[in-house]
């Protein structure tokens, strides 16, 4: 199709697609607004609206920037399968997989039963968006488009336009299309502050293929992470969202986008008012990258970092449970480079509070890579401030090692501890053989095949170490280092006496 060629929408019903994702519809079709004239080209946005007085002024502001997204596929029964030959939802967004191991009861809920979904008959999709700059480009959801042969976007009156996909992000789940037309669109701006819980949101949409549709609420919760994803940092939200909103904004009372709807909670596949969306903050910055480059790019710290709970910072001596403690450090990486050690705690990164692992971790992958960072961290008990320069993440970051010696000796008992130890056969730590049922160290997942090389700070190489550590120590906790089959974490144990 030409590239400002219009044509007269499909019936939306007509255009609902089946198989959808885990929480709102894995297959969008961006529903547009009303279209504006070609010498508009206004950003959506006014003064705040009363919600007592209703919402229809912020309805007819925003409208004309949101899409109905139609997407085709050239293998219309394209369902896949896992190792197992068991099917999967299609265009499941990366990670959801993990959630569902999770929440069984919500994957049995969606389309398709047990995971077995299948590509919508006639092999098209449809799902919602919103368009960002008068020149065309919109935002929808990765599983949205992704694997598509063809997208369309449809606005409120019928105009039709052929898209282009100009990036995708599967971390995140972000797309950006660019529509094929030289005419001047009507678009909304992401918002600059950060919402509170209990702000007003509502949300537009393409549920079910219904085309436009409006539903408003409040901001329930901040910071949700829901298995999806590496970064998960989502806005609930209860604002209805359903199969087909996937992709499609949510706005704040000033008409700007607070966030991008994207999964919803749900035991039968319809809203039950428990909805997410990704924060603008998060999308503000992956959309600007796939503007420019096509793609994101992350920054890179070269760590594997933990959270600090209540047991590690009392074995620390911190004061509060907060930051991200690093159990090891990749080779030929900023963080070596910058004397970053193992067991150092990260406090602050460029500024600002690290919460926990997943904080420190989003805000690293945020930092341009070329860039120099200051990072505030505890070591044996002082703080002290680095610089670290950051650098851009490999696709294919190099890992710590995760091979575990395992050995099937009986071990000697460690008293107190309710583990069996023997030396490790590379001489590095020593390695468990058993581990009591109702232990600490079994609460705290420690198990057979785990290697310990640290304890309370000090290298062990045999059990007879780990009992001179535990005698010297003098808090209430021990700190080990353990080396498992996933790579190395902290774990703080009862310091029985052994």
Same mark, same amino acid.
């Given at each position: 199709?030409?590239?400002?060629?219009?044509?007269?929408?499909?019936?939306?019903?007509?255009?609902? &697609?089946?198989?959808?994702?885990?929480?709102?519809?894995?297959?969008?079709?961006?529903?547009?607004?009303?279209?504006?004239?070609?010498?508009?080209?206004?950003?959506?946005?006014?003064?705040?609206?009363?919600?007592?007085?209703?919402?229809?002024?912020?309805?007819?502001?925003?409208?004309?920037?949101?899409?109905?997204?139609?997407?085709?596929?050239?293998?219309?029964?394209?369902?896949?399968?896992?190792?197992?030959?068991?099917?999967?939802?299609?265009?499941?967004?990366?990670?959801? /997989?993990?959630?569902?191991?999770?929440?069984?009861?919500?994957?049995?809920?969606?389309?398709?039963?047990?995971?077995?979904?299948?590509?919508?008959?006639?092999?098209?999709?449809?799902?919602?968006?919103?368009?960002?700059?008068?020149?065309?480009?919109?935002?929808?959801?990765?599983?949205?488009?992704?694997?598509?042969?063809?997208?369309?976007?449809?606005?409120?009156?019928?105009?039709?336009?052929?898209?282009?996909?100009?990036?995708?992000?599967?971390?995140?789940?972000?797309?950006?299309?660019?529509?094929?037309?030289?005419?001047?669109?009507?678009?909304?701006?992401?918002?600059?502050?950060?919402?509170?819980?209990?702000?007003?949101?509502?949300?537009?949409?393409?549920?079910?293929?219904?085309?436009?549709?409006?539903?408003?609420?409040?901001?329930?919760?901040?910071?949700?992470?829901?298995?999806?994803?590496?970064?998960?940092?989502?806005?609930?939200?209860?604002?209805?969202?359903?199969?087909?909103?996937?992709?499609?904004?949510?706005?704040?009372?000033?008409?700007?986008?607070?966030?991008?709807?994207?999964?919803?909670?749900?035991?039968?596949?319809?809203?039950?008012?428990?909805?997410?969306?990704?924060?603008?903050?998060?999308?503000?910055?992956?959309?600007?990258?796939?503007?420019?480059?096509?793609?994101?790019?992350?920054?890179?710290?070269?760590?594997?970092?933990?959270?600090?709970?209540?047991?590690?910072?009392?074995?620390?001596?911190?004061?509060? &449970?907060? /930051?991200?403690?690093?159990?090891?450090?990749?080779?030929?990486?900023?963080?070596?480079?910058?004397?970053? #050690?193992?067991?150092?705690?990260?406090?602050?990164?460029?500024?600002?509070?690290?919460?926990?692992?997943?904080?420190?971790?989003?805000?690293?992958?945020?930092?341009?890579?070329?860039?120099?960072?200051?990072?505030?961290?505890?070591?044996?008990?002082?703080?002290?401030?680095?610089?670290?320069?950051?650098?851009?993440?490999?696709?294919?970051?190099?890992?710590?090692?995760?091979?575990?010696?395992?050995?099937?000796?009986?071990?000697?008992?460690?008293?107190?501890?309710?583990?069996?130890?023997?030396? &490790?056969?590379?001489?590095?730590?020593?390695?468990?053989?058993?581990?009591?049922?109702?232990?600490?160290?079994?609460?705290?997942?420690?198990?057979?095949?785990?290697?310990?090389?640290?304890?309370?700070?000090?290298?062990?190489?045999?059990?007879?170490?780990? #009992?001179?550590?535990?005698?010297?120590?003098?808090?209430?906790?021990?700190?080990?280092?353990?080396?498992?089959?996933?790579?190395?974490?902290?774990?703080?144990?009862?310091?029985?006496? /052994?």
């Amino acid at each position: 199709m030409t590239s400002n060629s219009t044509r007269t929408a499909p019936k939306a019903l007509g255009a609902f &697609a089946a198989g959808l994702m885990a929480a709102t519809a894995l297959v969008t079709a961006i529903s547009v607004l009303p279209v504006t004239p070609a010498t508009a080209q206004s950003q959506l946005s006014a003064e705040a609206v009363d919600p007592t007085k209703g919402f229809g002024d912020l309805v007819e502001r925003v409208m004309p920037a949101v899409v109905n997204v139609q997407v085709k596929f050239a293998n219309a029964a394209a369902s896949s399968e896992d190792g197992e030959g068991k099917k999967q939802m299609p265009n499941m967004p990366e990670g959801f /997989g993990e959630f569902f191991k999770q929440f069984p009861q919500f994957r049995n809920g969606m389309p398709g039963g047990d995971g077995e979904g299948e590509r919508p008959q006639g092999g098209m999709a449809v799902g919602s968006g919103f368009i960002i700059s008068a020149d065309g480009y919109a935002v929808t959801n990765n599983h949205v488009v992704k694997d598509a042969d063809q997208v369309s976007v449809t606005l409120k009156d019928g105009e039709e336009y052929d898209a282009e996909v100009i990036g995708t992000d599967p971390k995140t789940d972000l797309a950006l299309i660019k529509i094929k037309s030289d005419k001047a669109f009507d678009y909304v701006s992401f918002t600059k502050e950060e919402p509170r819980v209990g702000d007003w949101v509502m949300a537009v949409g393409n549920p079910f293929g219904l085309g436009g549709t409006v539903t408003t609420g409040i901001v329930s919760a901040l910071g949700r992470d829901i298995g999806s994803g590496p970064y998960d940092n989502f806005m609930q939200i209860d604002a209805a969202i359903n199969r087909g909103n996937s992709g499609g904004p949510a706005f704040n009372l000033e008409g700007e986008v607070v966030g991008i709807n994207t999964a919803i909670f749900s035991p039968s596949g319809g809203s039950v008012g428990i909805g997410f969306a990704i924060p603008a903050s998060t999308a503000e910055s992956v959309i600007a990258s796939l503007k420019s480059d096509g793609k994101v790019t992350r920054g890179w710290l070269g760590v594997q970092i933990q959270p600090v709970t209540e047991d590690i910072a009392e074995s620390l001596g911190l004061e509060d &449970a907060k /930051g991200a403690i690093v159990a090891d450090v990749t080779e030929d990486s900023p963080a070596l480079a910058a004397g970053i #050690r193992q067991g150092d705690t990260i406090l602050s990164f460029n500024g600002k509070d690290i919460k926990d692992s997943r904080d420190l971790a989003r805000k690293v992958a945020q930092v341009k890579p070329g860039d120099t960072i200051p990072v505030t961290l505890v070591r044996d008990g002082k703080t002290m401030d680095i610089s670290v320069k950051i650098g851009d993440m490999p696709t294919d970051p190099k890992m710590a090692s995760k091979d575990g010696a395992e050995d099937e000796a009986k071990g000697v008992s460690v008293a107190g501890l309710g583990l069996k130890l023997v030396p &490790a056969e590379d001489g590095a730590g020593v390695t468990v053989t058993n581990v009591a049922p109702d232990s600490a160290a079994a609460e705290r997942g420690l198990k057979a095949g785990d290697t310990i090389l640290e304890v309370a700070g000090k290298e062990v190489h045999s059990p007879s170490d780990v #009992r001179d550590a535990l005698k010297s120590n003098e808090k209430k906790r021990v700190l080990m280092l353990v080396k498992t089959e996933d790579g190395q974490r902290f774990v703080a144990l009862p310091a029985a006496k /052994g």
